[in-house]
């Protein structure tokens, strides 16, 4: 199967392209570690499959609507 049948295929089964699935789902792992409150930053990023901290903040804040760290301080317990 080619990459763009593949992509076609998979967007048409999941309803989102396999970037939207794979951010989405870094983001929900980004989220777990987060509640864990045992990690810093830029070990969610590396352990999410982010380059750097920067670029994990950076997605993180466009797709959830705060950074991280005030994400975490506002939803934990």
Do not use: K
Request: hydrophobic letters at 40%; charged letters at 25%; a positive charge.
């Amino acid at each position: 199967m080619s990459r763009a049948s593949f992509a076609r295929n998979f967007e048409r089964v999941l309803g989102q392209t396999p970037m939207q699935y794979l951010t989405d789902w870094r983001l929900t792992l980004a989220r777990e570690y987060l509640l864990a409150d045992e990690l810093t930053l830029e070990q969610i990023a590396r352990r999410t499959g982010y380059s750097s901290p920067n670029a994990f903040a950076a997605t993180f804040r466009r797709h959830v609507g705060l950074p991280p760290g005030r994400w975490r301080r506002e939803v934990s317990p």
